[in-house]
């Protein structure tokens, strides 16, 4: 199983950007998909979920009417557009791969992880 995630950069405080995660060697419309972050020093935290078919999305309340997360199930990826960007946003953006629903803020509940993608927000 690869999650491969994609889209960080360097952006401006209120700046937007949209972090993608291809997934492959698992059944990807059978996953919820999950997105959490880490910055330095912090513990990892929950930032969205969407469900396996895309009908359900739940957004940390830090990201609440700042991130719309979506997923392409033909194409095996799932996306998260963020905007309004905070320096508190500043941290490595990971992807990951859940198979059941319930207690998806709970990263031990998430059966595969990507790499990362790091998001800089300057002031």
């Known amino acids: 199983v690869q999650l491969q995630a994609s889209g960080g950069g360097l952006v401006q405080a209120g700046g937007s950007l949209r972090l993608s995660c291809a997934a492959s060697?698992?059944?990807?419309?059978?996953?919820?998909m999950g997105w959490f972050r880490q910055a330095p020093g912090k513990e990892r935290e929950f930032v969205a979920h969407?469900?396996?078919?895309?009908?359900?999305?739940r957004c940390s309340d830090s990201m609440q009417g700042r991130l719309t997360i979506s997923r392409d199930n033909a194409k095996n990826t799932v996306y998260v557009q963020m905007s309004n960007l905070k320096p508190d946003d500043t941290a490595v953006y990971y992807c990951a791969a859940v198979r059941y629903g319930g207690y998806v803020d709970i990263a031990d509940r998430y059966s595969y992880w990507g790499q990362g993608t790091l998001v800089t927000v300057s002031s």
């Open positions: 969407i469900s396996s078919s895309g009908g359900s999305t």
């Open positions: 060697g698992l059944p990807f419309s059978a996953y919820g």
